[in-house]
């Protein structure tokens, strides 16, 4: 079976419903793969070995009996530990949720077990979703399988790497800033962000609630549409999502790109940007001319506010939705002595999150709370919000001349561990690239394509209109099926 491990979403799922392998076998072929790499890699918090074979002998049952299978028939999909589910232990990467076995499932959770997907585990992540390296976990980083010195991206960083490895062929990533396009940059996968709302997010773990959302990493781009048909969708849990018709992602992936129009913003390729990066991307921009599409200049005034913008309205919204982590409801609880039952209460509270945040959410509560205070939340969060309307038209008025955006994914292949945790500005910077499609709620991917000199991974990002993930999923489908043909000019390679 273990040449079937790096088989794609669709043709493990063609397989189970064929009858020409059990998902009990791939489920412990998924399971032999973890055990061999995760000890090195820590791309999983949690195994969830018997739940998945479990799962996995329900889905033969069913074919025995000859019951239609679903879409995602034996497909294992690593789950981010920040999506609840039922009867398996949900950390968020934090102390303060170590022990949280949630009672139910998180919609995207409840509908891959309702298409056959086996669940194999919660893969690591940045500590709440708080970070750009998943070296904020307070279970360790996860590793970068191209380099194991190097961190693999953030906050989603272990779906990556279980996707990069081939411990599964897809996981459920959540993108707030950046954390499902970066990794899968850095790592070397394909990772799509939806539209804001196409993806319900009842039973995600809250960061900023106005730009999470929640999404698949894949082996390639056509098992990315599959998982993406099967999670997206209104959900009256959640007042959010968007009740709007779904295009065929499937097929999109086979629509040609001939005559897209494509927008090459020059603020992307400004100083800061990585020279192997940039040459790797404009081959790729090239090459996809050279192939039909039409490429012209875009611009993006407001890009270089993004960066500020996004940290005073995500450190905003973190500091309200992590308040309700008090010690009193779920999650650690310690006791602290006071001289009265209010002054023990008030000690408890303070100790609770002392012991269980870690720096990262510390320094983010402390910055988010700083901007809503009497005095500063005109000057700073109703400013953001402003600015984040000005990054908005500023796509608007480019997708008015324009199909898609094409640009770098990250400024820089993946760091070493440790580079960079003393200057969080720096780690912040990072992001630098996803953060506006992030505010403007737009549908983007990261697609890989030439590597540096170095082998590092090098992502290229896609960005759409709102609801256009049919066109992300046309545009990087005819990328990868350019760079996978033999005579392939797409740029520098290792």
């Given at each position: 079976m273990s040449e079937r491990m790096n088989d794609s979403v669709i043709a493990i799922a063609e397989r189970v419903r064929r009858g020409e392998v059990t998902a009990l076998a791939i489920a412990e072929a998924t399971?032999?793969?973890?055990?061999?790499?995760?000890?090195?890699?820590?791309?999983?918090i949690t195994v969830a070995r018997d739940e998945v074979l479990a799962q996995a002998r329900a889905i033969d049952d069913k074919r025995a009996r000859g019951e239609a299978l679903g879409p995602l028939a034996g497909v294992p999909v690593a789950l981010k530990d920040a999506l609840a589910t039922r009867g398996v232990r949900t950390t968020c990467g934090s102390k303060m949720l170590d022990r949280w076995v949630p009672p139910y499932d998180?919609?995207?959770?409840?509908?891959?077990?309702?298409?056959?997907?086996?669940?194999?585990?919660?893969t690591n992540m940045d500590e709440f979703a708080m970070g750009s390296s998943n070296e904020s976990s307070a279970y360790g980083p996860a590793k970068n399988p191209h380099d194991r010195a190097r961190i693999p991206g953030g906050s989603s960083g272990g779906s990556a790497v279980a996707v990069a490895a081939a411990m599964t062929p897809a996981a459920l990533g959540s993108d707030t800033g950046?954390?499902?396009?970066?990794?899968?940059?850095?790592?070397?996968?394909?990772?799509?962000?939806?539209?804001?709302?196409?993806?319900?997010?009842?039973?995600?773990?809250?960061?900023?609630?106005?730009?999470?959302?929640?999404?698949?990493?894949?082996?390639?781009?056509?098992?990315?549409?599959?998982?993406?048909?099967?999670?997206?969708?209104?959900?009256?849990?959640?007042?959010?999502?968007?009740?709007?018709?779904?295009?065929?992602?499937?097929?999109?992936?086979?629509?040609?790109?001939?005559?897209l129009r494509l927008g090459v913003p020059e603020e992307y390729f400004a100083k800061g940007l990585d020279p192997e990066i940039e040459a790797s991307v404009r081959a790729?921009?090239?090459?996809?001319?050279?192939?039909?599409?039409?490429?012209?200049?875009?611009?993006?005034?407001?890009?270089?506010?993004?960066?500020?913008?996004?940290?005073?309205?995500?450190?905003?919204?973190?500091?309200?939705?992590?308040?309700?982590?008090?010690?009193?409801?779920?999650?650690?609880?310690?006791?602290?002595?006071?001289?009265?039952?209010?002054?023990?209460?008030?000690?408890?509270?303070?100790?609770?999150?002392?012991?269980?945040?870690?720096?990262?959410?510390?320094?983010?509560?402390?910055?988010?709370?700083?901007?809503l205070s009497a005095g500063y939340y005109d000057a700073y969060y109703l400013k953001a919000q402003k600015v984040r309307t000005l990054i908005r038209r500023d796509f608007d008025d480019a997708f008015g001349e324009v199909d898609a955006i094409v640009c770098p994914t990250s400024p820089s292949p993946a760091f070493r561990l440790g580079e960079k945790t003393s200057d969080p500005l720096a780690m912040y910077l990072s992001d630098v690239y996803t953060l506006p499609a992030s505010l403007a709620g737009l549908p983007a991917a990261s697609v890989p394509c030439a590597p540096t000199r170095d082998g590092l991974p090098v992502g290229l990002q896609i960005v759409a209109p709102a609801l256009r993930e049919d066109t992300v999923l046309s545009l990087a489908s005819a990328w990868e099926d350019l760079r996978s043909r033999p005579d392939a000019d797409v740029g520098p390679r290792a």
């Open positions: 399971l032999a793969k973890i055990d061999a790499q995760n000890a090195e890699l820590n791309a999983f998180a919609t995207v959770v409840a509908k891959l077990r309702a298409a056959d997907a086996l669940l194999p585990g919660k950046g954390s499902i396009r970066q990794p899968a940059a850095l790592s070397g996968t394909f990772g799509l962000k939806p539209t804001y709302g196409r993806v319900s997010r009842f039973g995600l773990v809250a960061f900023a609630s106005s730009l999470d959302q929640i999404g698949p990493f894949a082996s390639d781009v056509r098992g990315a549409a599959r998982v993406l048909s099967v999670i997206a969708g209104k959900d009256e849990r959640d007042m959010t999502s968007l009740d709007a018709p779904a295009a065929d992602f499937e097929a999109a992936c086979e629509k040609s790109v001939r005559g790729a921009i090239a090459r996809l001319e050279a192939d039909g599409c039409v490429v012209k200049k875009v611009h993006l005034a407001h890009t270089k506010h993004a960066v500020a913008t996004y940290y005073v309205l995500a450190t905003a919204e973190a500091s309200s939705n992590l308040a309700r982590f008090d010690g009193v409801r779920y999650g650690l609880r310690v006791e602290g002595p006071g001289p009265s039952p209010r002054g023990a209460l008030r000690t408890m509270y303070g100790a609770t999150r002392d012991a269980g945040f870690g720096l990262e959410v510390k320094r983010r509560i402390l910055l988010g709370t700083f901007v």
